[in-house]
C-alpha cells in the first residue's frame, strides 16, 4: 500500500515570510512528484512537479527532493494570503500503471 | 483548448437511486483517473483508466460503483443504490500517454448530495 504522509496543520505563516510544506512517501520506485494547491471549494490545481533529485524553481516556488531520504518539500517564498490554500502531495510511479497517491493535505494559513 | 471537464457539477440524489458522473480528458490525454473527496478530507483514488480499459481499481468499492472508458464519449463513474455516505465531491483528472508518471490535471469536479 503506497502512502504519501503530509503534517495536516494548519501551518500560519506571517505575510512576507517563507513557508514550507513537506511530505514524504513510502514507495521507493516513485519516480513522479507533485504539488497541487486546493482552494476550499475547488479543483485542484498543478502547481509543482519534480522528477529528479535537488531542487526546482518557479517564480515564487521551490520544489526540493530527496529520493534516497523519500522526502519532497515544497516552499513559497514572500508568503501572499492568496496562497492560503490545502497543499497536496502527489506521488506518481515510474511510468507504470497506478494513478497519483496523494497525501491528505497541509492546510496553509498566511497572516496579514 | 478546453481543460477537463466533468458534468454535471452538482448532483443531487435520493437514497437508492443511480448517479451518472461524467468526464471528458483533455485533448491528447488517454489516461484518466477518478478520486474522491469526502468533507474536510483528502483526495482518495479510485480507478485509473485508458481507453476501453481499466487499469487500476484498487480504490473503488466493491460493490455499488463503476467506471468505464469508452472508445467513442467520456469516462462514466456510475454509482448504484447511493447511500448517504457517497455524496463527497467526485474529481477526475486526465494526463497524457506516460500514466502516473505525468501530470494530471482536474476537471471541476461533481458535487454528489445523497438525500
Known amino acids: 500500500q503506497k502512502e504519501v504522509e503530509q503534517n495536516s496543520g494548519p501551518l500560519s505563516v506571517p505575510e512576507g515570510a517563507i513557508a514550507s510544506l513537506n511530505c514524504t512517501y513510502s514507495?521507493?520506485?516513485?519516480?513522479?512528484f507533485f504539488w497541487y494547491r486546493q482552494y476550499s471549494g475547488k479543483s485542484p490545481e498543478l502547481i509543482m512537479s519534480i522528477y529528479s533529485n535537488g531542487d526546482k524553481e518557479d517564480g515564487r516556488f521551490t520544489a526540493q527532493l530527496n529520493k534516497a531520504s523519500q522526502y519532497v518539500s515544497l516552499l513559497i517564498r514572500d508568503s501572499q494570503p492568496s496562497d492560503s490554500a490545502t497543499y497536496l502531495c502527489?506521488?506518481?510511479?515510474?511510468?507504470?500503471?497506478?494513478?497519483?497517491?496523494f497525501g491528505k493535505g497541509t492546510h496553509l494559513i498566511i497572516q496579514p | 483548448n478546453a481543460g477537463v471537464m466533468q458534468n454535471p457539477r452538482h448532483l443531487v440524489r435520493r437514497r437508492g437511486q443511480e448517479a451518472r458522473l461524467r468526464c471528458s480528458p483533455m485533448?491528447?490525454?488517454?489516461?484518466v483517473y477518478w478520486y474522491r473527496q469526502l468533507p474536510e478530507e483528502g483526495l482518495k483514488f479510485m480507478v485509473y483508466l485508458q481507453k476501453e480499459n481499466i487499469i487500476d481499481e484498487s480504490g473503488m468499492p466493491k460493490e455499488r460503483f463503476s467506471a468505464e472508458f469508452p472508445k467513442e464519449g467520456p469516462s462514466i463513474l456510475r454509482i448504484q443504490q447511493v447511500v448517504r455516505g457517497d455524496s463527497a465531491a467526485y474529481f477526475c483528472?486526465?494526463?497524457?500517454?506516460?500514466?502516473?508518471?505525468?501530470?494530471?490535471?482536474f476537471g471541476q469536479g461533481t458535487r454528489l448530495t445523497v438525500v
Open positions: 502527489a506521488v506518481g510511479g515510474g511510468g507504470g500503471a497506478d494513478g497519483l497517491t
Open positions: 485533448k491528447g490525454h488517454s489516461h
Open positions: 483528472a486526465s494526463s497524457p500517454p506516460g500514466g502516473g508518471g505525468t501530470e494530471a490535471f
Open positions: 514507495d521507493r520506485v516513485s519516480q513522479s
